[in-house]
């Protein structure tokens, strides 16, 4: 029911680039649309890999894998149809599932300067909790990966499923944000070279020699031990640090070229387009343009007669009867029919609103509601096959 | 820890429950906010004082009711009831300064920017102040006093939690033991532990969980239900199911003017068949929400009480109307 005619299909948009992130809100269905997405690439040829940072399995059960997916696993098609399943010559789909843990680890251990090092770092009590929660490091991990990736030329395509967020921005500023703190952290904050990690000269370095006074609140409130074990924890990473800024700007590179597009997915509600509308300006701020705009889960109403329905069923046709169950029946359906064709009218209302502002020469692709719910690799098919036509 | 929990199932009302704390948790786009401001005009229509809790500054009370932000402290927002938007930097500041008179370690922890980000993302210290915050309103008085040994009437009945979506609202949840664990003595380390014993009083506080028929939301409330039992003793109240999509031709003697209807829909085609297939549709959601529900029901123990999917827009009326039915849930 658009009005407008993108110049491009979203095929198109997406055909050359070797990084796709699909971003938005929480709810919309990113992980199901980057699956999917994936899946329409590699029917095209390529070699391709979905990556994402869910943590609630969502992925794996919705390419029907009953693992972990903690590295890049081929996903069987056998589950689908003969048609369905055959992919071109050389093309493949992969997927894997980030743990922000196990990638921290990797980094330690790739990067530290020595094993020393390596081990003080892996050993330290902070360090488990900081590898989880430490804000940013679930972006900054997902960054290494996807450079990582990249970099080793195994696949043509690379779908990010980015985390649900309300600030668009984040996905990208996290890690920059993560390094600088740890950066400043370890100027201010830098540990002897040789002994142990006193807390009384951690509390020294950290606030200056004048202020003890402030180090003995610290101690008072959460005890020595808290201090000397974040300020080692921090102290130990300044031999990662320069490598970790360089690989940031790196995929920041990356992700700005032409070589990645964005595709931003919303709900057909009034409140996810609006936020959708939000995100995509916000990514412009950021100097991200979005190549694409996914609306999934729209009413399944056909589109020939997504207009305004007789206001009773007997003026569609039906025809009166003596029953008073049957007459019953008719009306509630009518009733529940028309509701959907009012909730569509408004819907395609706010997803044209949504397209005027962010450009009618985006590809839009409306996904509609499938019957019944995507969480296997039958529906991921059809779901690629609606998108690939997009 | 107190001794094991009673059964859930001895729970008259489910949604509210008869503790003066609930936490409203849920996956992210399930409906929490929904639930938790139709609770709160419900409760407060009833003659109760009502504080609806908002965390990680999140407006939504706000954008339902209509009225402008209701930012921090707590604001009134309809007759009775009162919101507030609980921001960790604000919580922060109030929980150390007013409620701790911590404020050394607050000007330590907020004048230092190399120590904050490390205190909050590894101490989880504004998760801690956040849920200290409610604790603070709990603690409220009519009178204007304050604290564990106040007298008086309180100043809320009732004070309800929209958490945020489920992995922050369990991180939330678990805050205090979090800091017990790491501190293990000191003044913060006893703030905790008195938060952690509010959270894990049954007849204080309570947990209501709120989900949709589908998949995944289903399985990661049967996560959070197994995950919330394992780790502490709060009292779970019920799952309620959001958004389910009413019955249609259901009864045994329906169905076969159902089977008619289809048959007479699509020769007649148009806007008859459409709506046919729309039945169809919806016939089959119905279907499946019916399975999950009883999945829900079979694997937490707990009750589950649906709610039907609102169309259209969500003003005052339904929210009135989803509170009465939340309400009038009886187990």
Redesign the interface.
């Known amino acids: 029911m658009s009005s407008t005619r993108p110049s491009l299909s979203l095929q198109d948009a997406l055909a050359d680039r070797k990084v796709v992130v699909v971003c938005g809100?929480?709810?919309?269905g990113k992980t199901t649309i980057s699956a999917s997405l994936a899946l329409a690439a590699a029917r095209t040829g390529r070699r391709v890999l979905v990556m994402t940072i869910d943590?609630?399995r969502?992925l794996a059960?919705s390419l029907g894998i009953d693992e972990q997916l903690g590295e890049e696993t081929l996903i069987p098609l056998d589950a689908l149809t003969s048609q369905e399943r055959e992919l071109p010559e050389g093309a493949s789909l992969h997927a894997m599932m980030l743990d922000a843990k196990s990638t921290w680890d990797g980094v330690v251990r790739r990067f530290a300067p020595n094993a020393q090092s390596r081990d003080r770092i892996l050993s330290n009590r902070?360090y488990q909790?900081?590898a989880g929660?430490?804000?940013g490091?679930q972006e900054y991990m997902a960054m290494e990966k996807l450079l990582e990736v990249v970099r080793s030329e195994r696949y043509d395509l690379v779908v990010l499923d980015t985390p649900?967020t309300r600030n668009a921005l984040d996905f990208l500023e996290a890690p920059q944000r993560?390094m600088g703190?740890l950066q400043?952290?370890i100027i201010?904050?830098i540990a002897p070279q040789s002994g142990g990690f006193s807390a009384a000269r951690a509390g020294a370095l950290?606030?200056g020699r004048g202020q003890q006074a402030?180090f003995s609140?610290?101690e008072?409130?959460?005890?020595s031990d808290?201090l000397s074990g974040?300020s080692e924890f921090?102290s130990s990473f300044s031999g990662l640090l320069d490598g970790m800024r360089e690989r940031a700007s790196e995929v920041m590179k990356l992700l700005a070229s032409e070589e990645t597009a964005f595709v931003l997915v919303a709900s057909p509600s009034r409140i996810s387009l609006d936020e959708a509308l939000y995100f995509h300006d916000r990514l412009g701020e950021g100097g991200i343009s979005v190549r694409a705009l996914v609306v999934n889960r729209t009413q399944?109403?056909?589109d020939v007669?997504a207009k305004q329905?007789?206001s009773s069923?007997f003026e569609?046709?039906?025809?009166p009867s003596g029953?008073r169950?049957?007459q019953a029946?008719?009306e509630?359906?009518?009733e529940?029919?028309q509701?959907?064709l009012?909730?569509r009218q408004?819907d395609d209302r706010s997803i044209n609103e949504l397209h005027l502002h962010c450009g009618t020469e985006l590809p839009l692709a409306r996904i509609p509601r499938l019957?019944?719910?995507v969480?296997d690799l039958q529906a991921l098919s059809t779901l690629a096959g609606l998108l690939s036509q997009s | 820890m107190q001794s094991k929990s009673p059964p859930s199932s001895d729970i008259k009302q489910p949604a509210l429950g008869e503790q003066r704390v609930l936490f409203v948790v849920g996956?992210?786009?399930?409906g929490k906010s929904v639930i938790t401001t139709s609770l709160g005009l419900a409760a407060a229509a009833r003659g109760e004082r009502v504080c609806i809790a908002e965390m990680n500054g999140a407006e939504s009370v706000s954008t339902l009711l209509g009225c402008p932000p209701v930012g921090y402290p707590a604001t009134k927002v309809a007759e009775r009831l009162d919101a507030i938007s609980i921001s960790p930097d604000k919580a922060t500041e109030d929980y150390l300064v007013r409620a701790l008179r911590?404020r050394?370690?607050y000007d330590?922890v907020f004048r230092?920017?190399?120590?904050e980000?490390?205190m909050?993302?590894?101490?989880?210290l504004s998760d801690l102040c956040s849920i200290g915050k409610i604790m603070d309103l709990e603690w409220q008085r009519e009178d204007g006093s304050y604290g564990p040994d106040s007298k008086g009437p309180y100043r809320y009945d009732r004070i309800l939690v929209d958490c945020p979506?489920t992995?922050h609202g369990l991180a939330l949840l678990r805050a205090a033991q979090t800091m017990m664990d790491?501190?293990?003595?000191?003044?913060?380390y006893n703030n905790s532990a008195m938060i952690a014993d509010l959270l894990e009083d049954r007849s204080k506080t309570a947990v209501l969980l709120v989900t949709l028929p589908?998949?995944?939301p289903v399985?990661?409330t049967l996560e959070s239900v197994t995950s919330l039992r394992s780790d502490m003793n709060i009292a779970l109240n019920g799952i309620v199911i959001n958004a389910v999509p009413?019955a249609?031709?259901s009864s045994k003697?329906?169905q076969a003017?159902?089977s008619?209807?289809v048959i007479?829909?699509s020769a007649?085609g148009?806007?008859?068949a459409?709506?046919?297939r729309?039945?169809v549709?919806?016939r089959?959601r119905r279907g499946?929400a019916d399975a999950y529900i009883a999945r829900l029901s079979s694997g937490s123990r707990l009750p589950v009480l649906e709610l039907p999917k609102i169309?259209?827009s969500l003003g005052i009326d339904e929210l009135h109307e989803l509170g009465a039915l939340l309400e009038g849930w009886q187990q």
């Not at chain 1, 008072?220 to 005890?223: A, P």
């Not at chain 2, 996956?27 to 399930?30: F, H, L, N, R």
């Open positions: 809100t929480g709810g919309v943590p609630a969502r059960s902070y909790r900081a929660s430490l804000a490091s649900p993560m703190i400043d952290s201010k904050w950290l606030f402030m609140v610290f008072r409130f959460l005890g808290v974040i921090i399944p109403v056909e007669i329905a007789p069923p569609a046709g039906f025809a029953a169950g049957h029946l008719l509630s359906l009518w529940s029919y509701n959907v009012r909730q408004l019957q019944g719910e969480h | 996956k992210g786009g399930v911590f050394k370690l330590l230092n920017r190399y120590i980000p490390f909050n993302g590894i101490l989880g979506a992995g790491v501190t293990r003595a000191g003044p913060l589908e998949e995944m399985t990661e009413k249609l031709a003697d329906l003017f159902w008619d209807l007479e829909a007649l148009g806007h008859a459409a709506a046919a729309h039945g549709e919806r089959q499946q169309s259209g």
